[in-house]
């Protein structure tokens, strides 16, 4: 009875970081154009998120004649549900679920939200959302290969599959320090794997008219974009957590989450959208040898270690 109160109190923690991530890139994409962005809803434009949801939520759903209705309906809401499972392997140090295989978890729950995204684009049966959708399928599948050889190169310093370690054996030094190139690869892959600018294909609001989420509107919409702010908070959480400390006793590391997040929203006020096969190409050409080298690297190092200690 406790662990189902924490995780609800937790997923309800989640929901108002993610409507109050929403206010944080209107405000900093509108510095960003030299304008204001929301400052009228409540002081300073605070309660704008309240507004948007009500808003969202008390629009008319539209049917497409053609959709596969059952599909169309429920792949937003299993999106919204992986992205909070996704938190069950935070580690916390309250009575949570702690487990050791908490990074395999991460990657099962973050390979099948590609489904969902895959079916919502199927399932309103438009040309747009099926392109948005089988783009977002290739790019989901490109990154995750040398995203999981980026963390593998983590975890053979670690020697362990909990995510709690990494805060035990960053305890004098960051990882961030003696693999900078690795750290960076990690931030771009989670970028692509977000779906975010300059990633953004699956959305190509100039070529396919909001792609995979076209045919949506009311809850359904407002569920896709949920479940996608979820994942960037959850990402900065990772990013913040594998390699730049995550020592969760501190303020410190909601500060670096906020930094992570703030940079998903600069990147996305600064750049332009990637050309598709140059998205390929830097998956497969660059980062899969360089995630592969690296993996080598640090797997000697870390044999080394062992024989040193023995």
């Keep these: 009875m406790l662990i189902l109160m924490i995780f609800i109190l937790m997923i309800i923690c989640i929901l108002v970081s993610v409507a109050f991530l929403t206010l944080l890139e209107r405000k900093l994409l509108g510095y960003i154009q030299i304008r204001k962005g929301p400052n009228k809803v409540g002081f300073l434009g605070i309660l704008q998120p309240f507004s948007d949801a009500i808003k969202l939520f008390s629009k008319e759903m539209i049917f ?27 580690p916390f140090y309250c009575y949570l679920f702690k487990f050791n295989f908490s990074v395999l978890f991460f990657f099962v729950i973050s390979s099948f939200s590609v489904y969902t995204i895959m079916l919502s684009g199927w399932s309103s049966n438009s040309i747009y959302s099926l392109l948005g959708s089988l783009r977002s399928v290739a790019q989901v ?12 190169s983590f975890l053979v310093l670690i020697m ?34 977000t779906n975010r600018t300059p990633f953004d294909f699956s959305e190509g609001e100039s070529e396919l008219v909001s792609g995979f989420n076209v045919e949506y509107s009311s809850f359904g919409f407002a569920f896709i974009f949920m479940a996608e702010y ?22 410190m590391f909601f500060l670096k989450l906020l930094f992570f997040s703030f940079m998903w929203i600069w990147v996305r006020g600064t750049l332009p959208r990637y050309r598709y096969d140059k998205l390929m190409y830097l998956s497969w050409k660059v980062f899969l040898p360089v995630s592969l080298n690296m993996l080598m690297l640090n797997f000697s190092l870390s044999l080394l270690f062992m024989v040193l200690i023995m």
């Design 64 to 90: 497409p004649y053609m959709a596969n209705i059952l599909i169309y309906i429920m792949s937003p809401v299993f999106n919204l549900i992986l992205a909070l499972m996704l938190w069950i392997s935070m």
């Design 141 to 152: 599948i490109s990154y995750e290969v040398s995203m999981f050889l980026i963390l593998l």
């Design 160 to 193: 362990s599959l909990n995510l709690m370690d990494f805060i035990f054996y960053q305890k004098y030094v960051w990882f961030v320090m003696f693999n900078f190139p690795l750290s960076m690869m990690w931030f771009i892959s989670s970028l692509a794997e």
């Design 230 to 251: 979820s994942n960037i908070i959850f990402m900065s959480m990772m990013s913040s957590l594998i390699f730049m400390g995550g020592d969760f006793y501190s303020i």
